[in-house]
């Protein structure tokens, strides 16, 4: 069984840095990308990052590039959203993904969800 755990959200000022984390257990993510998607109230879920788990190979939305960084760490199998210069508009519900296979920008190309953590930025 899949499971997937986020913390790290909060409340931050504009300008700020959280880190995201996503405990992953249940399976070995050798085969399987991981993704970061955000969802702010009355929105649809947005892609925000995602990781090739056996090659470290990221991609990330183009209004984020620059500013999140996505990673993962074997050892602990968990995977990071590294989150700099907040800004209002970043405020949303976090969801951490996986999905066997490549990289995927869809929402629904994933097959597992964590619960999600609120990030909150204040102006």
Request: charged share 5%.
């Given at each position: 069984q899949v499971q997937l755990v986020e913390s790290g959200?909060?409340?931050v000022q504009a300008g700020g840095s959280l880190r995201l984390s996503c405990a992953a257990s249940g399976r070995t993510f050798s085969g399987y990308s991981m993704g970061w998607f955000r969802q702010a109230p009355g929105k649809e879920r947005e892609f925000v990052a995602a990781i090739i788990w056996s090659t470290d190979t990221s991609y990330y939305a183009d209004d984020v590039k620059g500013r999140f960084?996505?990673?993962r760490d074997n050892a602990k199998n968990t995977v990071y959203?590294?989150?700099n210069s907040l800004k209002p508009e970043d405020t949303?519900?976090?969801y951490c993904s996986a999905?066997?296979?490549g990289i995927s920008?869809?929402?629904y190309g994933y097959h597992y969800w964590g619960q999600g953590t609120q990030v909150t930025v204040s102006s």
């Open positions: 959200g909060g409340l960084t996505i990673s959203l590294q989150i949303a519900a976090y999905r066997s296979g920008s869809n929402w």
